[in-house]
């Protein structure tokens, strides 16, 4: 057995053990469509199998970034109630004013605030990501975009579908859909005359 197994396979236990805590996240959150897709996404980070309510449980309890998207999906009123004992990352926000679609992945996303009009479905970000409003609007994320590390997207931007954006880009400008861009500020690199 390799390594990174065993360590799951013991996070896991402890998560077993402490699955009380998470008796109330497991009923408000276990039957929510987007933290179902959210869990399947995330589920391929870790190196063991499990049912979808107990890998829930496991990054409940394993991964405070993921407790951040959690309370995002679940509302700030549930989120008052059952967040206070176990908190999700402070360095991690999002605005409840934000729609996301499904399957949002996230990796390490220290420093990210999310504050766009709209981001869609099979979103992923790094860390020291802003996605940040002006007083003319805010950003509006396509579908199948991923942002590398430390990228800035501010005011009203739209950013189509199937669009990578390189780490330290700065987007102030619209992007079109199958695309690359990378840069400050932000100029296309790569088009795909077919979706990613």
């Known amino acids: 057995m390799n390594k990174r197994k065993f360590r799951d396979i013991l996070r896991f236990a402890e998560a077993c053990l402490f699955s009380w805590l998470y008796m109330p996240h497991l009923i408000v959150g276990g039957g929510n469509f987007y933290v179902k897709s959210d869990v399947y996404v995330l589920s391929k980070q870790i190196s063991i199998s499990l049912p979808s309510l107990l890998m829930l449980l496991y990054l409940l309890h394993n991964n405070r970034y993921f407790r951040s998207l959690f309370y995002y999906r679940i ?32 990796a390490h996303p220290y420093a990210t605030i999310l504050n766009a009009e709209s981001i869609g479905d099979n979103f992923s970000c790094i860390h020291s990501t802003t996605l940040g409003a002006t007083d003319r609007g805010r950003p509006i994320i396509g579908n199948n975009v991923s942002l590398g590390a430390n990228v800035t997207i501010i005011g009203p931007v739209h950013v189509g579908n199937n669009v990578i954006i390189g780490a330290g880009s700065v987007v102030v400008k619209d992007v079109p859909s199958n695309c690359v861009v990378a840069g400050n500020p932000a100029k296309e690199i790569r088009r795909y005359k077919e979706p990613l």
């Open 75 to 106: 509302g700030p009123i549930a989120t008052l109630i059952i967040g206070w004992y176990r908190p999700g990352d402070r360095y991690f926000q999002i605005s409840y004013s934000t729609k996301i679609g499904k399957s949002m992945l996230i």
